[in-house]
């Protein structure tokens, strides 16, 4: 089965800059998505389309891709970006999700 | 105001039956698919599947094909998740969203589903 991974977990001190990676042997050929899950809460869309951020959400959250690894990238990290991060994508008509990365900032 | 609103939390014991719903408003439901996904306790997040609720065209994520089964009823904007026989590990959180191309734009609230003898 078509597999995504990504770190366990990620730590950034407030401030700075957070990178998560989601990677997958064909994920160069497959649009990401990236959903933001605080504790307690349903998931929330952060970045579509490897890069395009819906309305409502800050511009500090940025997507990329390289290759077959996706990056979500968080500049200027505050304390209420501290969540689980998911990333998501297609294949073969199916929905796959990374194991999920649980950034801390401290 | 769009929104998916979902059916509240369940306790059920094994072997039982269960259907959760979800409801949408605020946008034509039935032009968009609807996803189910998993969250088991402490866990990720798992795809089940999608189902369109304009004709209920249904697709299921490999591992639960059979374990569960979509429907929906666009006349009441709803969507539902119905299990036959329950298990111990079907206890989870389970959302609906709505699908817009390849994203999913739109979560329920979860419903808290809990099987245990």
């Known amino acids: 089965s078509y597999e995504l991974t990504q770190p366990p977990s990620v730590s950034v001190s407030p401030g700075q800059a957070a990178s998560i990676t989601c990677s997958g042997n064909?994920?160069?050929?497959?649009?990401v998505c990236w959903y933001q899950q605080r504790p307690g809460q349903s998931p929330v869309l952060v970045i579509y389309?490897?890069?395009r951020r819906p309305s409502g959400i800050p511009e500090r959250f940025s997507g990329s891709r390289s290759g077959n690894t996706a990056t979500l990238t968080i500049s200027g990290t505050q304390a209420m970006d501290e969540a689980d991060y998911y990333c998501?994508?297609?294949?073969?008509?199916?929905?796959?999700f990374g194991g999920g990365t649980t950034l801390t900032v401290v | 105001e769009v929104q998916l609103v979902q059916s509240g939390p369940e306790v059920r014991r094994p072997g039982e039956s269960l259907k959760i719903s979800c409801k949408g408003s605020?946008?034509?439901?039935?032009?968009?698919?609807i996803a189910w996904v998993r969250q088991m306790p402490g866990k990720g997040l798992e795809w089940m599947g999608v189902?369109?609720?304009?004709?209920?065209?249904?697709r299921y994520g490999p591992s639960l094909q059979g374990q569960v089964t979509f429907s929906a009823d666009k006349s009441i904007s709803t969507a539902y998740l119905h299990w036959s026989s329950l298990k111990t590990s079907d206890t989870a959180m389970y959302y609906c969203?709505?699908?817009?191309?390849?994203?999913?734009?739109?979560w329920g609230q979860g419903t808290l589903v809990t099987v245990s003898s």
């Open positions: 389309q490897n890069n």
């Open positions: 605020g946008y034509n439901f039935d032009t968009y698919w």
């Open positions: 998501q994508a297609w294949h073969s008509s199916l929905a796959v």
């Open positions: 064909k994920l160069g050929n497959e649009n």
């Open positions: 969203a709505r699908r817009d191309s390849q994203s999913l734009t739109l």
């Open positions: 189902i369109f609720p304009g004709d209920s065209d249904s």
